[in-house]
Structure formats: C-alpha cells, structure tokens
C-alpha cells in the first residue's frame, strides 16, 4: 500500500542532509530520484519521506524537511505523504 521511500535523510539539529551512501555517491538529488524511481516502480503506491523529531515547527530540522517537500512538489517528484517515524 505505502513505500517509505525517503527515510531519516536529515541530520538532528539541521536543514542539511545527514551523511550516507547515497547522499556520498548520488549528491543532493538521491531522494527525488528514490521517489521517481519508486513511482516507476509500482504507480498505485502512496510514497512517504520518514523522518523523526520534526513535529517542532521552529526546529531547523522540521524546517529542512520542509524545505525539500516544498522543493520537490514544486518540481512534480510524486510524493503522497510525509511519516513521523512511521515504520
């Protein structure tokens, strides 16, 4: 029913992006290609970003998160839903 497609991408305390794998090798632009990538994948799945610790509004966390959903929706990357550690 639903792919948590993008999940804990950003780091405590920050708008940026906590260090990984695929921020490493695939650059800013891994979780929008994740969510087209799961879109090809199965077109019927609501596709989520996970992440914990932005239910505060004034965190710079929540207002990373934010920025990117902002982002990406504006750009057409599908994505349906946003999850608070939702797995």
């Known amino acids: 029913y639903d792919w948590d497609v993008g999940n804990e991408a950003f780091a405590d305390g920050s708008t940026h992006h906590r260090s990984s794998v695929f921020q490493n090798v695939l650059g800013n632009g891994f979780i929008e290609e994740a969510f087209r990538t799961a879109r090809a994948a199965d077109s019927s799945a609501k596709l ?3 992440d914990y610790n932005i239910e505060n ?12 959903v902002k982002d990406i929706q504006s750009r057409g990357v599908p994505m349906d839903g946003i999850g608070f550690q939702s797995h």
């Open 48 to 50: 989520c970003y996970n």
């Open 57 to 68: 509004w004034s965190d710079a966390k929540t207002q990373g998160v934010y920025g990117m």
